[in-house]
Each structure stands twice: as C-alpha cells, then as structure tokens.
C-alpha cells in the first residue's frame, strides 16, 4: 500500500515538472514573439520620431551616419536637419510623385502600419497556388463598391507592378494572334506618353469603321485625362477596335465621379488612390475570362506576380481606406488638391502671359453633391506668339514642367504637377505668382504716360503683393487696372 501511494505522490511529481517545464516553454516563446515584434515597431518608431524640420524624413532602408539613419530632405531643401532652404533651387513641377497624402497617412501611422515575420512568404505562390492573395482581392472590390467607379460584379481582377506593366499586358492580351497586320495604339491629344503611339485618334476614324479594311486598332481613353484632368470617352468606333481605359485619376480627390465604369478593361494604380508610388502596385478589372488568361500568362512569365511583401502593405492600406466608407482619406485628399487648384488658376487668372484648362464642375454619386475641379495636373499654356517653347519660359524662371511635345501637343504648354509635397507645391506657387507679378511690373515699365516715381512706386506695390502673399486683384487693381487692357 506504501508502495502504491509513493508510487502516486512521484506520479504527480513528475507530472508537475512535465507542465512547469511546458508552460515555462509557453512563457519563454510567448516572450520571444513579443520581444522581435516590439523591437521591429521600437526601430520604426525610432527612425519615425527624428526631426528633419518638417522639410524631409528618415527612413528605416535610408543612409546611416555614425549609426544614425539620417534625413533626406525635400526638394530645394538641405542641411542635416532639412533646415536650410535653396531659395536658387528649381522647383520640381514635372514628377507625378503623389506625396500630397502624405500627411494623412502621418495621422494614420498605428492603423497602417505592418510588422513582417523574417519567414513571411517565402514561397513563390499562396497556399491556392496562386500568385493573388484572395483577401486582397476581396478588399479592392469593395474599394470600388464604396466609391462606385467600377463595376467588380462578375469581373476578373488581376494584379501587377503598377500601371504601365498592366497596359502592356493589356495590350498584349487583346491583340489579335496570328494577325497579319500589326495594331495600331492610339490615343486622343494630349495624351500621357506611357506607350508608342500611332498618332490622334481623330486620325482614324475613317479607318476604323471600314469593315473592309485589315487594320487592327487599341484606343487607349485616360480618364481622367494627364495631362489636362478631362473626362474622357472613346472616339473610335467599329469592328476592328478594341479599348483600354486608363481610370489612374478616376478617384474622389482628383474628379467627380459620375458613374461606375463599366468597361470591358479597365486599369487602376495604388499610387493614385493612396499615393504609395513606390509600392509599384496595379490592378485590372477585365470582363472577357479569355482576356483576363493572356494577361495572367503575361504576369507569370515577366514577373511571376507581384511580391507578397507589397501584396500585404495593400491590403492593411486598403482596410483603412475603406474604414467610415473610405470618406476621411477622400476629403482629405480632394480638399488638399482643391485648395492648390484654386489658389493656382487664381493666380495664373491675373496674367495674360498664362492660361491653365477650363474644368466644369461634374455631380459626384460618391459624395452626392456638385464637385469643383481638383486635378492632379495644371496644363498651362504661354499665350504670347513669342514664348513658342514655354517649358524653357518657366525653366528660366526656376520651374520644371514637362513639355507639351511629349503628350503629342504643341510646345506652348507645360505640364505643372500639382500632387508632391506641401513645400513643392507652395514654391511652384510663389514662382508662378513672381511670373504674374513681373508681367504687371513689365507692363508699368513701359507705360510711356506714368510719371518715372510713380512707375517706382508701383514697382514697389507689386512687390509687396508678390512677397506678402496677396496676389489677387484686391492687392493689384488699385494701381495696375489701368495695364491690363
């Protein structure tokens, strides 16, 4: 019996080291998956919270001085702290780099942020095989859904590295095989140059509704419309054209948005909707399952898919977009673009030297209401016969556009982005409100009837507008009215 009951006492012993040991185990592990991703979010936070003078940034892949990642400043901006301003510098108005909602995501670190385990998806494929994360998938349905600018419904998605790797895809997929004629891609002037084109559309019109004739044609419709911000539709028509619709811009913050597309192939980017550009992230919503198979084929072999790494940033950026039904990034996005369109065509409405597009505004289904224009782009023209190369106009006066040329229009316009930083957007303005502020000086320079003081003081005026930031006709028309006939 003594036997026996020794025999229970060592049997619990025994037991009790077995579960310590274990949940001595269990504690330690739990520990050590809190500690890497605490050190992973200190490290993150570490680099987040150093000062760069609201003028640049330090990031965690950037250079390291002295063990100190250090700042990389924004344009026309320098130091070690991004302090010291480049009041010589050109201002960058020629990248698309869509940094103006930068802020937003600022004020949405904790939500947005992502902690990646060092065996995140190794293998090239999902569990399914795939080269599609299914839940990702799901959320860019839903995106659309909330803001009703595409059709999803009974359409394949499929995902690459942004949207000029779609548009060639695309492009491949509906081509005719075995044709004996090459397709001709085509697009309205002005026209964004991601793609050879064979000329206007306005070119081919006879051509493309001639059942005789073995041309094939893709139109490719941006809308809306880089350069110019228009709403576009397509022109050709027939049974040898097939259409590709660029809808990068056809987002709250950039247009109304009449109605959902509902288009046979329709391409978006990350870049234009969350203004992540270097997460070099696209989708395509395709109605032929037979198209939508090319295009996979085109992906599997060019790239084998996008990586799982930027696969997941989108899906945690897409759960925050679409949280109050997406309405918070929206606002943001279109009063910051509205804000710079308006103070930038009110400045360029002053001047005779310069024009910018006319906008109408459009009813919005997302917002229920009548929008004003928010483009992402100015496309400004010199009006005076002798400024026939504008882009060297505003490169003399310290702004870099892109040339009219490059989008298949005449050299007189510029394109102007209007989408990078505050302080890019805030020096494009300052130097084109000097432009404006020069062409009244010039004009009362050469006013034969002004009294020589007079012609001083109103130099003077003007440049008191100009510096104090009041470039409107309350600042000018007191004593300039009289020069702009």
């Known amino acids: 019996m003594a036997t026996v009951q020794s025999f229970k006492y060592a049997l619990i012993l025994i037991s009790s080291l077995i579960l310590n040991l274990f949940s001595a185990n269990v504690f330690l592990r739990i520990r050590w998956e809190q500690s890497w991703t605490k050190m992973a979010a200190t ?23 002295n063990g100190k990642p250090i700042c990389e400043c924004n344009a026309c901006f320098a130091g070690p702290d991004c302090s010291d301003f480049l009041s010589d510098c050109a201002v960058d108005a020629d990248s698309g780099d869509p940094t103006f909602l930068e802020p937003f995501w600022e004020q949405h670190a904790a939500s947005s942020a992502i902690v990646m385990a060092g065996w995140h998806r190794m293998s090239y494929e999902f569990n399914d095989g795939s080269l599609i994360s299914e839940e990702l998938k799901t959320h860019i349905r839903r995106v659309h859904d909330i803001v009703g600018n595409a059709v999803t419904d009974g359409r394949f998605i499929i995902f690459g590295a942004g949207a000029t790797q779609l548009l060639n895809a695309a492009v491949r997929a509906i081509s005719p095989e075995g044709s004996s004629s090459p397709e001709k891609v085509v697009a309205s002037t002005p026209y964004y140059p991601d793609y050879k084109f064979s000329g206007d559309t306005s070119l081919w019109k006879s051509s493309a509704i001639d059942s005789s004739s073995s041309q094939n044609f893709i139109e490719f419709v941006t809308s809306p419309n880089n350069p110019d911000g228009q709403l576009k539709k397509a022109v050709l028509r027939g049974p040898s054209v097939k259409t590709i ?11 109304a948005i009449p109605a959902p597309a509902d288009e046979d192939l329709t391409i978006f980017t990350l870049s234009k909707l969350t203004g992540h550009a270097g997460s070099r992230f696209g989708w395509a919503i395709i109605k032929d399952e037979a198209v939508y198979q090319r295009m996979l084929t085109y992906m599997s072999l060019s790239t084998y898919g996008v990586s799982r790494e930027t696969q997941l940033r989108v899906l945690k950026l897409l759960k925050v977009v679409i949280q109050g039904k997406g309405r918070e990034m929206y606002e943001f996005g279109y009063k910051t673009m509205k804000t710079r369109w308006d103070q930038l065509s009110k400045s360029v409405s002053l001047s005779k030297r310069f024009s910018v597009q006319d906008l109408e505004p459009h009813y919005c ?3 229920g209401k009548v929008k004003k224009s928010s483009p992402a782009f100015a496309w400004l023209k010199c009006e ?3 400024d026939k190369h504008c882009y060297e106009v505003l490169k003399a006066a310290h702004i870099t556009g892109r040339d009219g040329s490059l989008f298949g229009a005449e050299s007189r316009y510029v394109r102007l982005s209007m989408v990078r930083s505050q302080d890019n957007f805030d020096l494009l303005l300052q130097r084109i409100e000097k432009l404006v502020t020069e062409e009244y000086a010039s004009k009362s320079s050469m006013a034969p009837s002004v009294p020589r003081e007079n ?29 702009l006939d």
């Not at 000062?51 to 001085?65: E, I, K, N, P, T």
């Not at 660029?246 to 247009?255: E, G, I, V």
């Open 245 to 255: 619709h660029d809808l990068a811009y056809y987002w709250p913050h950039f247009t």
């Open 384 to 386: 005076r016969q002798e």
């Open 43 to 65: 490290e993150a936070e570490t680099v987040a919270s150093i000062s760069c003078s609201g003028h640049g940034r330090a990031f965690l892949d950037g250079l390291v001085v």
């Open 365 to 367: 289904s997302f917002s």
């Open 455 to 483: 012609k001083r003081n109103q130099s003077m005026l003007l440049d008191a507008c100009y510096r104090g930031h009041t470039l409107d006709r309350h600042c000018i028309e007191p004593f300039a009215s009289n020069l």
